[in-house]
Every structure is written in structure tokens, then in C-alpha cells.
């Protein structure tokens, strides 16, 4: 297996400088974009009385791992260009091959240390980057008020019951162990409001919910009249509650599989959050793809006067593969394509493709 790379020595010397590259441009990235998100979101944050610096900071813990996510494959794709661009522009490819190998060869080094980086990808998504666009997630919905204290429960679930409408400001747990806290609901005859009906929490009881002490707003006559504990809402679930909103970023892999197996059971659609599973391993295996389609610019003789162009070509396979990858993310959504393939056709599609340019330009 060691015969398939070149020596050790130019292996980690390969592998170092695409590792530098790569984060360089990811740091790079990082900053300008980072920068330009709190141009537009910095007033709304600073609007909110109470909140200061220690917001905004907040803010950017937050937000960086979001675009680190998002622009780690691309950083990739470019720090495999320019490694690639740096070694045919001083020789060092040329010499490679005329040692004996193979392109394949010659990328190995790449190829390894992109999967090193495709694992690291993996675990920062499922660690920090789900739980930050959780919280995030919920502190825009209170417009950057205070955050809310468990960050795990659904918050603001509304529920139909018949004519009536509840909602629920938290949901705590799963299944029959469901708690409801923060209750309100808007007691109607059609689309008539003839009550409000309030109440701290609610638990499972039997096919319904039994809710706590809680008071009754009459809309006819504006009295307000006390309630002792009430039995309410045999027709809702506890999925109901639980589903209502299951956003995919926001739960790492092992959860959002915990919640697809809830919502096939509930009878519930499950397409678009199937392709987000699967994309959650597809998206950072993608990381393998960028030396594969950035190899066009090592092979050629750099005194052509092709290698720029060469370059340009990597770059174009690259975002053509960012292209087709969200377009069939979007299309799986949609439900044209099977879950499967909306994460997989694409990376599938362009291994093909990075092969069979490879082998073109090698020849």
C-alpha cells in the first residue's frame, strides 16, 4: 500500500502545504464574510435595549461555525488549486511523474489528507455547528432578546384542535412524557373567537392533556374567570407537538434520525429531512472530490502557458459541483428526486467526471 504514495517525505511535504493552503483560505473567507454579515445584522442586535458587545460577540460564535461549514469544501477546492499550481509551476509534478507515478500517485498525498479533513468536518458539524444553528435559530426568533434557557425544547408550537387553535410557548420531552408549558388557546365556533383559555403547563392524560390551573377570557362580555384543572384536546398527539418544526440543521445525525423514525411512525412526510440525513455525510465527504477536480492544474507542462487556464477549469468543475449539489438537495425537497440520490447524484456524478479528466490530461 505505501508503493501507492510517493515517499514519506513528499507525502507530508504535500500534505502540509495543502493543509495550509486550505486553512489560510478558510481564515481568509472567514473574516470578509463574517465581517460583511454584521453590516446587516450588528443594528438589529444592538437595537434591542440591553443588549452590547457582548451580544455582537455572541452573535459571531454563533454565526462562524455556520460559514466554516459552508465554505470549508470550497476552501478546499482552492487550496488544492494553488498547491497543485505551486508544485507544476516549480517542477516538482514533473519530477514526480518522470520518478514513475502515476497521477493517482501524485494526488495520493491530497486524497488522504482531504479525508482527514472530510472526518474533522464530520465531527465539527455534528458538535458545534448543529447546536449553534439551534441556538441561533432561536434567538432570531425572539429577535436577539434574551435567549431562551433550554436550548434543546421546541418553542412557539401552535397546534390545531377542530375549530380551536393551541399554542404552546415550550415543549419539553418525548412521547406520553410530553410537557406543555406557557399553554394558551383560542376557543372558536368557525372561524368565531368566543374564548381564551390560559394555563402555566399541561401533561399527558389518557387521549388528551390535563392542564394546571389557568384562567378563561370571554370575548363577548371581557370577563375573565377562573378554571380549575381540565381535562382538554383528546384529537392532538404528543408528535403533534414534538414534530410540529424539525429543522435539520439544527440536530446533529444520530438525533435527526431519532426524529425521521418519529414522524414515519406518526405517518408524517419525511422526504426533504431523508436527503438532509444523507446529505450530512455526503456534504462533508465532498472535501475528497476537491483534489480530484482540481488536479486539471498539476498535470501540463506550466511553460504552455496553459496553466492559468488549467486553474480556471478546476475552479469552474468545482463550483459546478456546488451548483448540481444544492440543486438536487432542492429538487429532493421538492420530492422529484428520491432521497438517496438528491444527496449522493452529485458526488457520485463529479468523481466521474474528476476521473475522467484526470485521465484526459494525464494522456
Not at 35 to 61: C, F, H
Not at 126 to 143: F, M, N, P, S
Not at 268 to 276: C, H, I, V
Request: overall charge positive; aromatic content about 8%; glycine content about 10%.
Amino acid at each position: 500500500m505505501s508503493s501507492f504514495f510517493p515517499s514519506r517525505t513528499m507525502s507530508i511535504y504535500m500534505g502540509r502545504m495543502f493543509l495550509t493552503r486550505t486553512f489560510a483560505i478558510l481564515a481568509a473567507l472567514v473574516i470578509i464574510l463574517q465581517a460583511l454579515d454584521l453590516l446587516s445584522e450588528s443594528g438589529k442586535i444592538l437595537a434591542v435595549q440591553g443588549n452590547g458587545s457582548d451580544q455582537v460577540w455572541r452573535y459571531v460564535g454563533l454565526r462562524v461555525p455556520q460559514i466554516v461549514s459552508t465554505f470549508l469544501p470550497f476552501s478546499v477546492l482552492l487550496g488544492t488549486i494553488l498547491t497543485l499550481i505551486t508544485m507544476n509551476a516549480n517542477s516538482e509534478v514533473v519530477a514526480l511523474k518522470a520518478s514513475g507515478l502515476s497521477a493517482h500517485q501524485v494526488l495520493a498525498p491530497l486524497m488522504v489528507t482531504a479525508l482527514g479533513v472530510a472526518i474533522v468536518s464530520f465531527g465539527f458539524n455534528e458538535r458545534i455547528v448543529a447546536r449553534a444553528t439551534g441556538t441561533l435559530e432561536q434567538w432570531k426568533k425572539v429577535e436577539y432578546g434574551p435567549l431562551p434557557i433550554d436550548r434543546g425544547d421546541r418553542a412557539n408550537v401552535w397546534v390545531r384542535d377542530g375549530d380551536n387553535l393551541m399554542q404552546v410557548t415550550q415543549v419539553k420531552g418525548r412521547g406520553d412524557a410530553v410537557q406543555l408549558h406557557g399553554i394558551k388557546i383560542y376557543e372558536r365556533t368557525g372561524r368565531r373567537l368566543r374564548s381564551i383559555l390560559t394555563a402555566d403547563r399541561g401533561v399527558r392524560d389518557g387521549n388528551g392533556w390535563r392542564i394546571g390551573v389557568g384562567q378563561r377570557f370571554n370575548v363577548d362580555t371581557g370577563e375573565t374567570t377562573a378554571v380549575g384543572s381540565l381535562h382538554i384536546a383528546d384529537n392532538i398527539r404528543p408528535d403533534q407537538f414534538t414534530l410540529a418544526s424539525v429543522d435539520a440543521e439544527s440536530l446533529p445525525f444520530t438525533q435527526l434520525k431519532e426524529a425521521i423514525d418519529d414522524l414515519q411512525l406518526a405517518g408524517r412526510p419525511t422526504k426533504a429531512l431523508e436527503g438532509a440525513l444523507w446529505h450530512k455525510l455526503s456534504g462533508p465527504l465532498s472535501a475528497i472530490l476537491m483534489p480530484l477536480l482540481g488536479a486539471v492544474a498539476a498535470f501540463g507542462i506550466a511553460r504552455s502557458g496553459k496553466l492559468f487556464v488549467r486553474a480556471v477549469i478546476g475552479m469552474a468543475l468545482g463550483f459546478l459541483y456546488f451548483v448540481s449539489d444544492n440543486f438536487a438537495l432542492s429538487m429532493g425537497s421538492l420530492g422529484a428526486y428520491p432521497p438517496f440520490l438528491a444527496a449522493w447524484a452529485p458526488f457520485l456524478l463529479f468523481a466521474l467526471i474528476g476521473e475522467l479528466v484526470l485521465l484526459r490530461t494525464e494522456e
